[in-house]
């Protein structure tokens, strides 16, 4: 029944719902309600074997598997009941109700659950959804040594803006959470540590504690203002498999080690706690951090070498040598993304980047650059020939407003697979390919005028200092060339002072109206671009005008070029 009942008056909804619980032999049931209070307090969840069952929400998976999502109930009324045949259970402002739960006697244990998100719950302590259990994660006045495992078959944990919840998981408790693969805390003020260690544990001062989540591949911790670390009495932790990490806004974030030495070597304290893993790590991402507390206490070199993306955001103290530095480390990076890191100068400093025998960040295939406001060379330096780049297919910059050029001719050289180029409202950009760059020498020859080979999409919007494409005075060949769009660019009156080859290029976006192509590409933008300007030249000249339609289609292309309605749709 997903879809059949949300649009029907609440009244006939109840009187359907009633109607279902009337079938005493009914053990599968698919339904999806607005809200909480249209299902009746005394619904029989008990006979129901299959289900999934959505109270605002919709179901969105066409995999079967029992699934509870609720939002807001307003009290349990039952449905509780089904928590132990639940595989994925998502809660939304869910609030623990003493009494409905101190009065039950079942037990839920959550053993064949695999997908649990909690948001916006109000729980101090993770297991509070667990009925008659009086136990809870964190609380650590109580100790049952008979107490059953929990979430033994959990393989994925989110919790979202849960403001009262203080920790996640006990250490009292070690088979909970032993298939844990994925771990997400996002937005939740007040958790200061993520595992507690029990009275009866800190009893013996001088114990080794270590943490092992040895099947964890994903650890995402983003918003969380009062966390300080894994664990404050524990000595080590294992995250062998871990292979995605992102860590956002963690302004009270001590110092945590990963290492891969022997865990002996590991001492007892929480400014010396160590996170000992392997170098399986393939994605890092960090935002709103300070990136010498990340590579003085958080990764070793050893950790970066297979990281294959990698994502800076908001990162203060990212310097160009520190950039540089990092960029050394990774064999097989793919995947480079910096925003906002004010500090950055240089991106690619070809001279520090250059090894023996070694090509230059050879398989880096998406480079997206935004916000950098002291950026004056993506690459910088280097000899006039060298191996590097050689697979970016994908180039992406805005905003990054003293920026004058993007390529020097032996940088285009190498970049034989770019597809994608994308500059987006960068000031002070004049001409994309520089031929007058340091260290160029001598000029391009005809035989290496193949600039992008195979280059099929260039879109420029928002650069009001460009001229041209290239300034130089050869021919430029674009065998491959299909989308062209330049919006805002009232400068750029010829694509380039040499000839320009499109043979695939059949239409052109240029200040939001497609035009078809009719000669080459350098005549018919400058044909283009001075009906713009002649338009508004006659703009200027009839504002009074009461009958403007003569150039009225032109006008209103015009109007959304000044708009900026280019940019703004692309962002």
């Keep these: 029944m997903s879809g059949t009942l949300v649009s ?52 969105e998976s066409k995999m079967f598997q029992n699934t509870l999502k609720v939002r807001f109930p307003t009290e349990w009324g039952g449905i509780e009941v089904l928590f132990n045949r639940t595989e994925i259970l998502h809660l939304h402002g869910w609030r623990l109700l003493t009494n409905s739960i101190d009065n039950r006697h079942a037990r839920a244990n959550f053993l064949i659950l695999r997908n649990l998100k909690l948001e916006r719950c109000d729980l101090c302590y993770l297991t509070e959804i667990c009925q008659g259990q009086n136990r809870a994660v964190g609380e650590i006045t109580i100790d049952e040594p008979d107490q059953l495992p929990l979430f033994e078959n959990l393989h ?50 001088n114990s080794v504690v270590e943490i092992e989540l040895l099947n964890l591949k994903c650890l995402i911790l983003e918003d969380l203002p009062r966390l300080t670390g894994f664990c404050k009495d524990v000595s080590s932790i294992a995250l062998p498999q871990l292979l995605e990490l992102r860590l956002r806004n963690l302004p009270m974030l001590q110092s945590l080690n990963i290492v891969e030495e022997n865990r002996s070597s590991a001492k007892r304290g929480f400014l010396n706690q160590k996170i000992l893993s392997t170098t399986q790590l393939k994605v890092l991402s960090v935002s709103k951090m300070k990136i010498n507390e990340i590579q003085n206490h958080l990764l070793p070199v050893s950790c970066f070498v297979n990281v294959s993306v990698m994502s800076f955001c908001y990162c203060d103290d990212l310097s160009s040598d520190i950039l540089s530095g990092l960029l050394q480390k990774p064999k097989d990076l793919k995947v480079l993304h910096i925003e906002r890191c004010d500090m950055v100068e240089v991106v690619f400093d070809i001279d520090r980047l250059l090894r023996e025998g070694h090509a230059v960040l050879n398989n880096l295939c998406d480079l997206e650059l935004e916000h950098l406001p002291t950026m004056k060379h993506i690459w910088k330096h280097g000899p006039e020939t060298f191996v590097g780049f050689q697979n970016l297919t994908k180039l992406s910059i805005s905003s990054c407003h003293q920026l004058t050029y993007v390529l020097s ?6 970049l034989s697979h770019l597809q994608e180029l994308s500059i987006i409202e960068c000031r002070r950009l004049t001409v994309i390919l520089n031929e007058e760059t340091e260290n160029e020498a001598t000029q391009i020859t005809s035989e290496s005028a193949l600039v992008f ?15 041209c494409f ?49 000669a080459d590409l350098n005549t018919d933008l400058r044909r283009w671009q001075q009906q713009v300007d002649d338009i508004a030249h006659i703009s200027d000249d009839h504002q009074d005008d009461e009958d403007p339609s003569f150039y009225a289609i032109d006008l209103h292309a015009f109007n959304l070029h000044r708009q900026k309605f280019s940019r703004n749709m692309l962002r």
């Excluded at 009244?11 to 599968?28: G, V």
């Excluded at 989308?483 to 499109?502: A, K, L």
């Design 409 to 414: 001719p032996s940088i285009a050289a190498s």
């Design 156 to 205: 994925d944990l989110e919790i979202v803006r849960c403001v009262n919840l203080r920790r996640i998981f006990s250490l009292s408790a070690p088979t909970d959470f032993c298939k844990l693969e994925s771990l997400k805390i996002i937005g939740c003020e007040m958790i200061e540590e993520i595992f507690l260690r029990k009275k009866r544990d800190l009893q013996d001062e």
């Design 453 to 467: 080979p195979r280059l099929k999409s260039l879109t420029l919007v928002d650069l009001p200092c460009l001229g």
């Design 470 to 518: 290239c300034s130089g005075l050869h021919g430029l060949t674009w065998p491959l060339l299909e989308s062209v769009w330049i919006d805002c660019c009232m400068e750029m009156m010829i694509f380039t002072t040499g000839t320009s080859n499109t043979p695939k290029l059949r239409e052109i976006s240029v200040n939001g109206k497609n035009h078809n192509m009719e």
């Design 8 to 59: 029907l008056p609440d009244e006939l909804i109840k009187t359907c719902i009633t109607e279902l619980n009337s079938l005493s032999m009914l053990t599968a049931l698919e339904i999806e309600l607005s809200i909480y209070d249209l299902l009746p307090h005394d619904f029989i969840f008990t006979r129901l074997k299959r289900f999934r069952i959505c109270i605002g929400f919709s179901i």
